[in-house]
């Protein structure tokens, strides 16, 4: 019998770093070797995405995992043992044929990715090699460029400002080391700037600045002041902002709850044109609401020769809308998130579909995470260029960044810096 047949699955309740339920799988092959899957969980979910499933009822607000779990130890588990773990399509294909429905909603999106991620994690410890190197499969690794996060908004800070993410992207730094050290300068200027200003509320989900700005503009100023005071030009640090335009917007009306003021779809094409023409801003993410696709072809006409543009709740981590999207003409980038795909094999067909097409792409974690690090190694093994991981506090960001240090010492990988956006 193979050493990576696939002997246990087990599943279990763990907690993620908002303190919700989440789902943990942990499986076992014939050598031993143990592989764990944590999912993730968004908030800023686009519709298309992967479901996770939640138990009916109030308790943990709603938030409970015990069915997920049960179809972990039950129907995936019975599944999944007795086939080789080195054969993840396999896996992943075993899995998407047993939930059955196009956004994994019956046995839960937390379950299959916990579970295909679980089985990758194993088939790498059985090869005796870091995830990195095992998914590289012998081709040459690249240190992403790392987006990061100084301020929160949106669904992830009460949405005290209509913008979700305002981020800096260390474009002229040498390494995944320096991004990281010029990151914590801006990070720590931004700090001092807000403290001084009163305008500093602590952090939201993923670790950057609470903000109490009166406008959203105002987080565009103090974040190039940020950048100024820490001592970097816009060649070394520029911004990056995901708009995350769904969470405030449908059907071509946009509302900006913190300015008192509704949109159309060319108002908010007009003021993030403005932004970009003021700011060193050079990427931008889900610029227009998902279902505002005509609007997402008329930004990345108008805008898509100079920023890179993003498409989250767009494009959901699926090969098929990345394929449709680049037909279109709408954005130039793909967000890639294992959770938003549900297996391990889905999200790598994304990843693979966007580059095909001749675009960047992201690797993401979600705004409810954990200490899991896979995705590090996943931008640096399959060459995604650029990881995003929210801020620059909170350990469950930290150990993420933490780990891309190792995984740079070890493979002493040339940096994909500023090539990662514009080539
Ligand atoms: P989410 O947000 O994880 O809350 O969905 C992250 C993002 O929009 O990129
Ligand atoms: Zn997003």
């Known amino acids: 019998m193979s050493k990576s047949i696939i002997q246990q699955v087990r599943g279990r309740r763990i907690w993620d770093s908002r303190g919700r339920p989440t ?9 031993g070797s143990v592989g764990f899957g944590l999912a993730p969980a968004g908030a800023s979910r686009g519709s298309r995405e992967a479901v996770d499933l939640r138990d009916p009822g109030k308790k943990l607000g709603g938030f409970d ?12 588990a019975q599944a999944l043992i007795g086939l080789d773990a080195s054969d993840q399509a396999g ?41 990195w190197q095992y998914v590289a499969q012998g ?5 992403p460029l790392p987006e990061i996060q100084i301020f929160g908004g949106g669904a992830h800070a009460g949405r005290r400002v209509d913008i979700q993410d305002f981020m800096v992207m260390a474009l002229g730094a040498k390494s995944f080391d320096q991004a990281l050290e010029w990151t914590a300068e801006v990070y720590l200027a931004a700090g ?47 911004i990056s902002l995901d708009i ?30 403005k932004w970009m023409a003021a700011y060193p801003i050079v990427s931008v993410e889900d610029p227009l609401a998902e279902d505002d696709e005509a609007g997402l072809i008329e930004f990345t006409r108008r805008f898509g020769a100079k920023v890179q543009i993003i ?34 094999t889905e999200t790598k067909a994304a990843l693979d ?71």
């Open 23 to 31: 789902v943990e799988a942990e499986i076992t092959l014939a050598d």
């Open 65 to 76: 995992i015990v069915g997920a779990v049960a179809n972990v130890n039950g129907e995936i």
């Open 244 to 273: 995350a335009a769904s969470e405030f917007g449908s059907n071509g009306r946009y509302k900006l709850g913190l300015e008192s003021r509704e949109l159309d779809t060319s108002g908010l094409i007009d003021m993030l044109g």
């Open 311 to 344: 498409g989250d709740d767009y494009l959901v981590t699926s090969a098929e809308r990345v394929q449709h999207a680049a037909g279109a003409g709408a954005c130039n980038c793909a967000l890639i998130k294992l959770n938003q795909a549900g297996t391990v």
């Open 353 to 423: 579909a966007a580059q095909a097409a001749g675009w960047n792409t992201v690797v993401s974690a979600r705004s409810g995470e954990t200490e899991d690090t896979s995705i590090t190694h996943l931008a640096v093994g399959w060459n995604a260029g650029q990881l995003k991981v929210g801020s620059f506090s909170r350990s469950e960001r930290m150990a993420k960044w933490n780990e891309g240090l190792r995984i740079e010492e070890a493979t002493r990988a040339p940096f994909a810096g500023r090539g990662a956006v514009f080539r």
């Open 91 to 131: 896996i992943d294909a075993r899995l998407i044929a047993l939930d059955g429905t196009p956004t994994k909603s019956r046995l839960g999106g937390n379950a299959t990715i916990a579970a295909s991620l679980a089985a990758l994690h194993a088939a790498a410890a059985s090869a005796r090699q870091p995830l």
């Open 192 to 238: 001092s700037l807000m403290k001084a200003a009163g305008k500093q509320a602590g952090v939201a989900d993923e670790g950057g600045y609470w903000p109490l700005f009166a406008a959203n503009e105002e987080a565009l100023e103090m974040l190039t002041r940020a950048i100024a005071a820490a001592g970097f030009t816009h060649e070394q640090v520029a």
């Open 139 to 143: 081709r040459a690794v690249t240190m």
